[in-house]
């Protein structure tokens, strides 16, 4: 067995509940925003945004940790998350930059550092491109698409990751979520059953999801690597969606820094939370 800080992260878990983090929906017409926020509104923002099934919550820690010295706002992204209300005509990374925008304009946030996980990495890129004026910095947790960059490659990860989702069993499911990380982690039963039917009811909706982003994604990659924005690059080294191979390509983006966590796969900020803050922290404060 590893020896990971699972104690932190229960510690945190809980001290993010019994803070002060809000959580917030806002209608207007036909578009929702639901959204998390902690701390004074004057302070330097941090916005955090979740890759593919992810949500707003899964932030919950980090945010705690930030939230005594940052505006600290989650959202949860229209497509990548089962929560949000509606139906959009495109998925793309550029529509969902723009929505974005948007829902910062509404709130009164006008710059603002980002925290994006695996392709809300790849959107927090891709808004960064589009507003650059309104990013200070961006942190990238297991972003992916670098495979895009060779000819020679004819299926990305992010279609991988589609065809994972064809399982027919409990077990077959138990095994897609265990291969996000390097030593899964313990999740009950009950709650993994819950999302699976939860995906099942969705799975024809997040095929159109997938297949808008995958269309997007390698404006995406060819912006990270040109960016002069500072930005911060983490991964795990046996990331199911990110090879050892494609690291070479983060070491060669234009005004980055890339951390490498050993023995942890796509998801950092839960088999390694601690480290994973310590090194956001150490970028976003130095």
Known sequence: MLKRDNLYLLRQKI????GDIESHVI??????????ESGKDNAPCIVFL???????????????????????????????????????????FHSL????????????????????HCVGGNLAQ???SQFAYRVDDLVLVSPVGMELLDSNVLISKVSQFRNMLNFESFDEFNNLVNNLFYQ????????LELRMKELIRNKSSILVVIQDLEKSLL???????????????????SDIFVDQD?????????????KVIKLCGHVPFLEFPKNTDQLVRQFLLN
């Open 15 to 18: 001290s993010s509940y019994l």
């Open 50 to 92: 979740h890759g593919i099934l992810g949500t707003k919550s899964q932030w919950r820690g980090l945010m705690e940790e930030f939230s005594q010295t940052h505006r600290v706002i989650s959202l949860d992204i229209p497509g990548l998350s089962l929560a949000v209300k509606g139906s959009w005509s495109s998925y793309d």
């Open 27 to 36: 209608e207007e017409g036909s578009t929702q925003y639901r959204y998390l």
């Open 126 to 128: 891709q808004f960064q």
């Open 246 to 258: 494609e690291f070479k390509f983060f070491d060669e983006c234009l005004n980055s820094e890339f």
């Open 184 to 191: 899964p982690i313990r999740i009950a039963k009950v709650l």
């Open 219 to 237: 404006t995406t990659v060819k912006s990270m690597r040109s960016s002069e924005c500072h930005k911060l690059i983490i991964c795990g080294d």
């Open 97 to 116: 930059a723009n929505y974005l925008n948007n829902f910062l304009t509404r709130i009164g946030v006008v710059r603002c550092s980002i925290v994006g």
